[in-house]
């Protein structure tokens, strides 16, 4: 059973940094983590979820919403199974619920979620 487990959220202060983690386990049947790509989303209070960014199963393409881009760097290391969500110049705006989300073709995994809360 596939698992992903978000880490690294928190407090932070306006124009702080926090790097979110995404671990993942229990890939079977040939698919493993290197064959998914792995995107963040983020949800607040009263909004509808937002992708956030996401990353190729090889890590050669990143994208980003406009909201995000210039300040947020998402990579992965398939040796780890892991991905990651550097967030720079934290906003308010960016408070939000930040989960990770594995997908192969129509196939989606989905994190618990993190909260990230930026607030002085």
């Known amino acids: 059973q596939v698992q992903l487990v978000e880490s690294g959220g928190g407090l932070v202060q306006p124009g702080g940094s926090l790097r979110l983690s995404c671990a993942a386990s229990?890939?079977?049947?040939?698919?493993?983590?290197?064959?998914?790509?792995m995107r963040w989303h983020r949800q607040a209070p009263g909004k509808e979820r937002e992708l956030v960014a996401g990353i190729s199963s090889s890590g050669g393409v990143t994208t980003y919403s406009d909201s995000v881009k210039g300040r947020f760097t998402i990579s992965r290391d398939n040796t780890k199974n892991t991905a990651y969500l550097q967030m720079n110049s934290l906003k308010p705006e960016d408070t939000a619920v930040y989960s990770c989300n594995a997908r192969r073709l129509s196939t989606d995994y989905w994190g618990q979620g993190t909260q990230v809360t930026v607030s002085s």
């Open positions: 229990g890939f079977t049947s040939g698919f493993t983590f290197s064959s998914h790509a």
